[in-house]
């Protein structure tokens, strides 16, 4: 049972913590970030300020549950059941380009504004529909109405049309995956157990039987919003190159060769390469990622040491390592595909060869603040809509390498400090 106290306690906790961010924020004379148009749109603050960087996420983690709190668990409910507006309004300016077409200072009306979005977009959407969807939108803190019929930039609507990347995955998750989100039940429904691609919200809601990367492919603008989104995704501090170049004893395989498998244009194994001259690359990825344009932007002094080529990590693995790299790579298989990637390397595996993940692992429950938490569980929903796949917990990647063959012996784990991501090595012992 809850305290009496907790909205209290709550409160306190808020209170201490904000205190500590400000006083942070005071002493390096640095202002917190604001929805003012010329605003700060993100903290100053990294993982190396170690109390204030926690600070943060437990004022969300308590600013959160003094939400819920505060309305109770009868209307909670009924409000989660309204933010699934949040989704449609959001999708709405994005799609009908409404940060581009409000001027980054001043104001336009709304009839100024419906013809100027008419332009951007090739949609014609009335004034009145249009002040509605951006009506809504406001309730969520983008844009702002400084006079009545009237409406202005505020920061988050402005990191909307200055930061392309984040543009890209707003449109990626509302417009292109939302509709997968929708119809995941129903391919839960019709497909239950399944760990095929093919067989997801994604694929009930397009009405086709191909996989997501199929899907994505086949259209230019889709591939290239995807490609922008997972630099948006990857991009904050946790996810940075810097972890996985450091995070790993890279210099203990002396003059070795590592084979990025599924390693996209090369470039964590040419960041690797650039911090350890002994090591060789050998970058593996499909044919519309291995290009000969990709081939080309490896640096001029990395080129002996970094080979992109195409291959299809469900084949018979062909190149003989030291090492083979997948990072982030096995979210994108389920179990069963996963297990026929790992074993696809067999045939080349020699004695001591080893297999390193660089992947999320799924903390316990209560292990982690309450922020990176649900960041994982929304990824590990997105994966099952998109592609009948998911995060794996320390247990399920153990598993996975003896459902290969319990030749594969698990060595070690670990999550370097400040990385989201985790090192998984695992050695091959005929």
């Not at 933010?83 to 001027?103: E, K, N």
């Not at 929708?182 to 839960?188: G, P, Q, R, Y």
């Not at 044919?287 to 291959?311: D, F, G, Y």
């Not at 004695?351 to 993940?357: N, R």
Request: charged share 20%; with cysteine; glycine share 6%.
């Amino acid at each position: 049972m809850a305290s009496p106290n907790r909205l209290i306690e709550l409160s306190n906790v808020i209170a201490e913590k904000t205190k500590v961010i400000s006083d942070f924020l005071a002493s390096k004379g640095l202002e917190p970030p604001s929805f003012d148009v010329d605003g700060l749109a993100d903290y100053a603050i990294s993982p190396d300020d170690k109390e204030a960087y926690e600070a943060r996420l437990e004022l969300i983690t308590a600013s959160k549950e003094l939400y819920a709190l505060a309305h109770g668990p009868k209307d909670y409910i009924r409000n989660i059941c309204w933010d699934a507006m949040d989704p449609l309004s959001l999708q709405a300016i994005w799609a009908f380009r409404v940060p581009q077409a409000v001027p980054l200072t001043g104001k336009i009306s709304y009839e100024d504004l419906a013809e100027k979005c008419h332009q951007l977009s090739g949609v014609s959407v009335p004034p009145f529909t249009l002040r509605r969807i951006i009506r809504h939108a406001i309730t969520n803190r983008f844009f702002c109405e400084p006079e009545l019929g009237f409406v202005a930039h505020n920061r988050a609507s402005r990191v909307l049309l200055e930061e392309e990347n984040l543009d890209a995955w707003v449109g990626l998750l509302c417009n292109d995956i939302w509709p997968g989100f929708a119809c995941t039940v129903e391919a839960l429904r019709r497909w239950p157990g399944s760990g095929e691609p093919n067989e997801t919200g994604i694929n009930v809601a397009y009405n086709h039987n191909v996989d997501w990367f199929d899907h994505t492919s086949r259209n230019d603008v889709v591939a290239d919003r995807y490609s922008k989104s997972m630099k948006a995704h990857g991009g904050g501090v946790g996810f940075d190159i810097s972890h996985t170049v450091t995070g790993y004893p890279w210099a203990d395989l002396g003059k070795g060769t590592v084979v990025d498998c599924g390693g996209s244009a090369g470039f964590a194994a040419m960041a690797i390469a650039q911090a350890h001259p002994n090591l060789t690359f050998v970058v593996q990825d499909q044919e519309h990622t291995i290009t000969e344009e990709t081939k080309a932007a490896v640096p001029q002094h990395l080129k002996s040491r970094v080979r992109l080529e195409v291959h299809d990590l469900l084949k018979p693995q062909t190149v003989v390592g030291d090492v083979y790299f997948f990072r982030w790579v096995f979210h994108a298989f389920s179990d069963k595909y996963a297990v026929q990637v790992l074993r696809s390397l067999i045939p080349v595996l020699k004695k001591g060869a080893k297999v390193v993940v660089n992947d999320g692992v799924i903390p316990e429950p209560g292990t982690v603040p309450w922020m990176n938490y649900r960041s994982i569980r929304c990824m590990d929903l997105l994966c099952l809509a998109v592609a009948n796949t998911g995060e794996r917990a320390l247990d399920d990647w153990i598993g996975l390498f003896k459902m290969a063959d319990p030749r594969f012996k698990f060595l070690n784990a670990w999550q370097p400090p400040k990385s989201t991501m985790w090192f998984i090595e695992v050695e091959w012992q005929p």
